[in-house]
């Protein structure tokens, strides 16, 4: 209990996550590439359907599978976390860093999230499915997500009945996670396209490729600070290496449009980027109050002109970091109490000048 308690902590706390560094393929434009497997336990039935003590169950042979798994040392220490000795606003805050889904951090029995401190790893447990394993990595690196998981899969599946049929396969609460039950997505941020009035065009055309595209937190969430999840829709009737392999190649299609008009704006309107760019770097670092929407939306700016060149001396980790520092429930956690909107406002403003008085663009 020690241990949970201590990564929870760590985990809420800090704004840094390794998969938000900056590094990777094409880390210029795609922020992160996650790989989820979702698996369900045999002859249980879903999460909809469970009770209380079915989903209790759930929880304690997951439980019981990491233990194993880390004792035999197999992987990077795992840890489970028993979601309902967790807060409200600790269960948010996992979810503004993305190692949880809204849907999952709702107060209901048997919950449970397995991670690991570099948070590269996070399963879920009892959320649609029995278990969604999600591995993030940064930059353009699916493949090296896939194989993370699917070592992680390899490793439950000796310890778990995972509910298989031969003709099927991986049997989920949704239809269309059925077959193999992968999902890979990945985070784009597209600030030239949407300069450009070009962003719709280009988004449109990757939905017309059998492709979903949804917002910074999912399903259900709107393209905050220029910043989509493109994912797969089906995952019946393809491989795991086509659903990679046709998923790298529309990203990399999508870097390429994006990369196209940052060299056009380059060209042809140099005065007025820069002059959008400062002015949101001016904002970051001088206002006294500051909407969430607000800051994400001078951070696109400013992580733009990191990525261009044109303000030196800050890293793209250090300015992902704004993503989390920006969000509501982040912000009342790093307070230490619950807020009335305005005085979040306040606190987000204060936060972020703190963050970047640590360093010292030129």
């Given amino acids: 209990m020690r241990r949970e308690k201590s990564l929870l902590e760590s985990l809420v706390r800090s704004s840094a996550s390794p998969w938000m560094d900056g590094s990777g393929t094409?880390?210029?434009?795609?922020?992160?590439?996650?790989?989820?497997?979702?698996?369900?336990?045999?002859?249980?039935?879903?999460?909809?359907?469970?009770?209380?003590?079915?989903?209790?169950?759930?929880?304690?042979?997951?439980?019981?599978?990491?233990s194993d798994i880390n004792a035999r040392r197999a992987v990077p220490e795992l840890t489970c976390i028993d979601l309902e000795d967790v807060s409200e606003l600790d269960r948010q805050?996992?979810?503004?860093?993305?190692?949880?889904?809204?849907?999952?951090?709702?107060?209901?029995?048997?919950?449970?999230?397995?991670?690991?401190?570099?948070?590269?790893?996070?399963?879920m447990v009892n959320e649609e499915d029995h278990l969604r394993v999600q591995c993030l990595y940064s930059g353009l690196e699916l493949d090296e997500a896939y194989i993370t998981a699917n070592g992680i899969?390899?490793?439950?599946?000796?310890?778990?009945?995972?509910?298989?049929d031969e003709r099927t396969g991986f049997l989920t609460a949704c239809p269309t996670n059925v077959g193999t039950g992968l999902r890979v997505s990945v985070m784009v941020h597209l600030p030239a396209l949407a300069i450009g009035d070009e962003?719709?065009?280009?988004?449109?055309a990757v939905n017309k490729m059998g492709l979903v595209v949804r917002g910074l937190y999912g399903e259900g969430t709107e393209g905050q600070g220029n910043v989509y999840q493109v994912s797969n829709q089906i995952t019946l009737g393809q491989t795991e290496k086509e659903i990679l392999e046709n998923l790298a190649l529309i990203a990399k299609q999508v870097v390429a449009e994006e990369r196209r008009y940052r060299e056009t704006l380059m060209k042809n309107q140099r005065t007025a980027l820069e002059d959008r760019i400062f002015r949101a770097w001016g904002i970051l670092t001088n206002a006294r109050s500051m909407s969430s929407s607000e800051a994400v939306k001078l951070w696109s700016d400013v992580r733009l002109g990191v990525e261009l060149g044109l303000i030196e001396g800050l890293d793209t980790r250090h300015i992902n970091e704004i993503l989390v520092i920006a969000q509501p429930n982040f912000v009342m956690?790093?307070?230490?109490?619950?807020?009335?909107?305005?005085e979040r406002d306040v606190t987000r403003a204060e936060l972020v000048r703190r963050h970047l008085a640590k360093v010292k663009p030129s």
Wanted: proline share 5%.
């Fill in 153 to 164: 899969d390899d490793l439950l599946d000796e310890r778990l009945d995972f509910a298989y």
């Fill in 333 to 342: 956690r790093s307070a230490g109490r619950t807020m009335t909107l305005e």
């Fill in 26 to 66: 094409m880390a210029d434009v795609v922020i992160s590439s996650r790989v989820r497997l979702a698996r369900n336990l045999r002859d249980i039935e879903f999460p909809h359907r469970m009770d209380e003590r079915t989903a209790s169950g759930v929880l304690e042979k997951v439980k019981e599978a990491v």
């Fill in 93 to 123: 805050v996992l979810v503004e860093k993305h190692l949880m889904s809204p849907q999952h951090a709702q107060p209901l029995p048997g919950r449970g999230l397995v991670t690991r401190p570099d948070e590269r790893v996070s399963i």
């Fill in 199 to 204: 962003v719709s065009r280009v988004l449109s």
